[in-house]
């Protein structure tokens, strides 16, 4: 049988979900926090332990590929912008990765590294 349109809209808010809201942090204290906004988009704040943190980084998820793919700028409120960030996350097993496509701390952790995110329990 063939999904109407409320059935579809069912089972592509589920694609767009694919990849859970939360706060998620690796093994040195690296932090990355994915709330969904509409459609396949996602708002996303990234830390990188001791290099770089980004706020507000616009992401949007591609249900054919499984990628969540984001882009955003740096910013400390005593200095203008200061780099900028590109990358995808994926689903592995029990755990998101991480993979910079491209940004400008490049000398601290190469472009095309991958880091693994757990998903921290949410706080009562």
């Known amino acids: ?10 089972r592509d808010s589920y694609n767009a979900n694919a990849i859970e809201d939360g706060t998620y942090c690796d093994d040195m204290g690296s ?5 969904h906004n509409d459609g396949n988009t996602y708002s996303i704040d990234f830390g990188v332990y001791k290099v770089a943190y980004f706020e507000d980084a616009i992401g949007e998820y591609d249900p054919e590929t499984g990628i969540l793919h ?10 203008a912008d200061l780099g900028t960030v590109s990358a995808d996350i994926t689903i592995e097993d029990d755990h ?5 496509t491209d940004w400008a701390f490049d000398n601290y952790l190469p472009n095309g590294s991958m880091l693994d995110f757990y998903k921290q329990p949410e706080e009562e």
């Open 70 to 79: 984001f882009s955003g700028k740096e910013f400390a409120a005593d200095m």
């Open 31 to 35: 932090e990355l926090i994915i709330s």
């Open 1 to 10: 049988r063939s999904l109407v349109g409320s059935e579809m809209c069912i």
């Open 96 to 100: 998101l990765v991480v993979t910079i």
